[in-house]
Antibody, heavy 125, light 110 residues
């Protein structure tokens, strides 16, 4: 059974930093492209970015919210995906999900879609 | 403002058929397959329909999807109380080089 478990969320002051983790099990993590998607309270889904598998060059791509202030990385030895967030703003307050969803992460149609339970980040003074 | 446009709400009574629309443009829906996700309160999104009209294993055939041009729709027949959820459409956008989502439709079962 595939499981994605996010952690690291919490309350942070504006301008602060936070690092989220997503530990994966039940899938060949080193072959998996992974994405972060966020959802502000009462709002819709927003793509933060993705990271390719190392064999596909391992580079990240970012959506609008992730550009410039966020860094996506991975540690295949720990089956873990990371999201380093800096210069946080109130509008970054959201539940952050990691996902392997085929369309969201690979731009490829497919039934493979695993999501974590999400971790809440609150940016407030 | 979401790239894909969905109605903010929809409703129906048990047993009824409801449809939810999703409209976009040539760089997204017009040229890429579309997914639908169901999000129950407090839960992560769950894939409901992929590749416009395919159901993953375990999704009841009460759920169906279609796409034409730059628009798509999700149909739910035989509406049940447990269908009360938020529904999102999503696809890849070739101009933005990333996935885009609809703003979500809150389905209420009356």
């Amino acid at each position: 059974e595939v499981q994605l478990v996010e952690s690291g969320g919490g309350l942070v002051k504006p301008g602060g930093s936070l690092k989220l983790s997503c530990e994966a099990s039940g899938l060949p993590f080193n072959d998996a492209w992974m994405s972060w998607v966020r959802q502000a309270p009462g709002k819709g889904l927003e793509w933060v970015g993705r990271i390719k598998s190392k064999i596909d060059d391992g580079t990240p791509d970012y959506g609008a919210p992730g550009k410039g202030r966020f860094t996506i990385s991975r540690d295949d030895s720990k089956n873990t995906l990371y999201l380093q967030m800096s210069s946080l703003k109130a509008e970054d307050t959201a539940v952050y999900y990691c996902t392997t969803d085929s369309l969201i992460t690979l731009a490829s149609p497919g039934a493979r879609s695993y999501w974590g339970q999400g971790t809440l980040v609150t940016v407030s003074s | 403002q979401s790239v894909l446009t969905q109605p903010p709400s929809a409703s129906g009574t048990p047993g009824q058929r409801v449809t939810i629309s999703c409209s976009g443009g040539s760089s997204n829906i017009g040229s890429n397959p579309l997914n639908w996700y169901q999000q129950l309160p407090g839960m992560a999104p769950k894939l409901l329909i992929y590749s416009n009209n395919q159901r993953p294993s375990g999704v009841p055939d009460r759920f169906s999807g279609s796409k034409s041009g730059t628009s798509a729709s999700l149909a739910i027949s035989g509406l049940q109380s447990e269908d009360e959820a938020d529904y999102y459409c999503a696809t890849w956008d070739d101009s933005l080089i990333g996935p885009v989502f609809g703003g979500g439709t809150k389905l209420t079962v009356l």
